[in-house]
């Protein structure tokens, strides 16, 4: 397992303690929902990355790979 660091925030007192009468466990929520946020951020990164190559995949030749392949192979 990894290390960990503590992080702090300011949370009006009125939205603690409703989330205390409500059973919300904050420290587990907000490690959930940051690590959620986290994991869409990094998806969406590599999506804008992919669609950046997409040109350049795009122009690659398939069937002349597939055919420098075989050619490579030999008999």
């Known amino acids: 397992m990894g ?3 503590t992080i702090s925030t300011k949370v ?3 939205i603690v ?3 205390k009468r409500l059973g919300i466990s904050i420290s587990e929520f907000l490690r959930k929902k940051l690590k959620e946020e986290v994991e869409k951020r990094e998806v969406e ?3 804008r990355r ?3 190559l997409s040109d350049v995949l ?3 030749d ?3 790979l597939v055919r420098h392949v075989r050619e490579d192979r030999g008999p």
């Open 3 to 5: 290390s960990y660091v």
């Open 45 to 47: 990164l590599i999506t």
């Open 17 to 19: 303690e409703k989330a």
């Open 62 to 64: 398939i069937e002349r």
């Open 50 to 52: 992919l669609s950046e």
């Open 12 to 14: 009006r007192r009125e």
């Open 58 to 60: 795009d122009a690659i």
